[in-house]
């Protein structure tokens, strides 16, 4: 069975950097993929990177491309979420994610595991 557990959130001032990790644990199928997701206070939770659990491909969505990426080792565990520049608006919580998604989609529905989430706060 597999299990994910998020952490590394924190308060930050805008401009900073924070480093999330999602540990893993149990066997991931080969068309796998780690996702995470941010969900802004009172907002839907949205898709904003993912990577192939196989061969470490990612993808990013527009709100962060170039300001946040994922990392791992050789391990494949943990898969970290470096978020640099951060703003106001990327305040809230932040889920990682597991599911059958060859195409490194970010739509909730490709993921069927997911972590309890750990709350970041970007705040002047």
């Known amino acids: 069975q597999v299990q994910l557990v998020e952490s590394g959130g924190g308060s930050v001032h805008p401009g900073g950097s924070l480093r999330l990790s999602c540990s893993v644990s149990g066997k991931l199928g080969e068309h796998y993929a780690i996702g995470w997701f941010h969900q802004a206070p009172g907002k839907e939770r949205e898709g904003i990177a993912a990577m192939s659990h196989s061969d470490g491909t990612t993808y990013y969505s527009d709100a962060v491309e170039g300001r946040f990426s994922i990392a791992r080792d050789a391990a494949k565990s943990p898969v970290f979420l470096l978020m640099d520049d951060l703003r106001l608006e990327d305040t809230g919580l932040y889920y990682c994610?597991?599911?059958?998604?060859?195409?490194?989609?970010?739509?909730?529905?490709?993921?069927?595991?997911w972590g309890q989430g750990t709350q970041v706060t970007v705040t002047s």
């Open positions: 994610a597991t599911g059958d998604n060859l195409e490194l989609r970010l739509s909730e529905q490709v993921y069927d595991t």
